[in-house]
């Protein structure tokens, strides 16, 4: 198949319009159509035969730009590529995961099913999907992004066919309309990101929230901010649903709440076909750059491990949760830094536009010839991104393939879709790729799995750097591993005492949720009690100052010890306006968050009253991200 319909095969209904005129190109087409529900390559032989038709009707319909003809040797071994699209057959554990299942749910409505990385969830969703349908009931399959998930919604879409009904942001007025009408007929099944918890369910049995623990679940601009997956258990609820969450790494959260016997729990050990999980190696980057060993930002072992797993005929994946080429320029002689002007933070570097540009706002410059303060021309750049390990790369192994997967490389429509493709297809060798290769992923070749820098994944200033920073490693490590092979993940860290990189290295969620639990109990974060964020915003910073000064004495008499600051944040100013934010630590009673919700609307419209203070935006968030 040619573009878009390799991609997106419900395309190919609008494909029969173009073989309209020839009846014997519809046949074909209808032919392809059967045989492609369940096999990835359609052989030529079997279309002559089932439509009756010769080469020059394949060759007409290759000029339609809706064939690719190739030829391909066929092997009587199945390929694992050609397992992962198909309905292969459950596993004891599999089979074992979908009764547990199913015993959790007579008695919760909620059951998280936590297996490890590769071990075979989707299998698992579509057993309990196709027993649902069966009994003529909906189910709302959730992803996080649909546009970052296009290998799982392709398989789903091969088993369910027209019984499956995709919901995304880039649909048109009319599809949308259309799709809404289905969803009130009675449409089976409905995947999508968390908009789609707000479609016209008729008969909605069955939420599966797919990747639970993931940040894009949360919406926080614009408002309504909400969770997917809360709404989704509030959703289910209403429509005496059930609700079942799946990851290899739980939200803290999620994992408490089982633990309180508020959800299920169900738990899957091994990996589906036997295959190990990776060995995990961490290098001290510090010992190396003391003994000179490192190559920029590369350390000797993860080289080795690199250039090794290529002779092997293996492939790589390189994770730097950073894009751009580096994140600061700044002068030498004087320190000067390049900062965005709506913005106080530093420009980054992009080589690929040539510009610097703000992460923030989008705000983009020229990238200066020398230091606008002092004149020098001794202007450096500090940091590593996505770039530039990309580029660097191709001096160290000039002769792999590279090729990045990041925001700046997804932006048109199949350029995400391509890019998996092509490393499924061995058309590239090393991948270099922020989160987005966390994103559910299954490759078959991956010897390699580098994670460039540990320490910028633990170290953001925020209560949930730690569980976020064992969630993107595990992740990424789960992408490592072969047919038959175990994979290796190389961690480069300068802290390799950091605990969380100890319980990355042992696979232990478990320890990792004891220790980062009894962190948040001691300090009072969720999911022991509510954290609530506000923030104030205005472009005067005096004037804010002022104003946050009023809002903040009204709750603090109120709510006393519950109220932290006002304080500056992390990042002062975003797009020209000036933040001070308020923290509070609530209880979880429900009693106290009704009173501290009609709190802060009396205390927004005091300060809304105030003459000189209507401009200050407030927004609140509960339990942020
Ligand atoms: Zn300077
Ligand atoms: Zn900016």
Redesign the pocket.
Known sequence: LQEPYATEPILLEEAFELTARSKKQTEALLAFVQIYKTQKHVRKQDLYKMAGVDSSVLKALEKKSIFELYDREVSRVATYEDILVEKFELTNHQKTAIAELKEKFTKKNTVLLHGVTGSGKTRVYIELIEEAIKKGEQVLYLLPEIALTTQIVARLQKIFGNDIAVYHSRMSNNERVDLWKSVLENKPIILGARSALFLPFKNLKLIIVDEEHDTSFKQYDPAPRYHARDSAIFLAHLHQAKTLLGTATPALETYQNTQEGKYGLVEMKQRFGGIQLPEVVIVNVADEMKRKKMSSHFTSVLLEELVAALGRGEQAILFQNRRGYAPTLRCTTCGWVRE?K??D?SMTYHKQFNNMR?H????QQKIPEECPACGDRNLTIKGFGTEKIEDELKIYIPEAKIARMDYDTVRTKYAHAQIINDFEEKRIDVLVGTQMVTKGLDFDNVGVVGVLSADQLMSFPDFRSSERGFQLMTQVSGRAGRKKKRGKVIIQAFNVAHPVLGEVLQNDFHRFFEREIEERKLFSYPPFQRLIKITLKHKDPRLLNEGTKIYAKFVKERLGFRMIGPAVPGIPR??GSFLLEIFLKMEKDPKWLAYAKALLIEARHQLQKTKGFSGIRVNVDVDPS
């Open positions: 965005c709506n913005c933070v703000c923030y706002c989008g705000y975003v797009r």
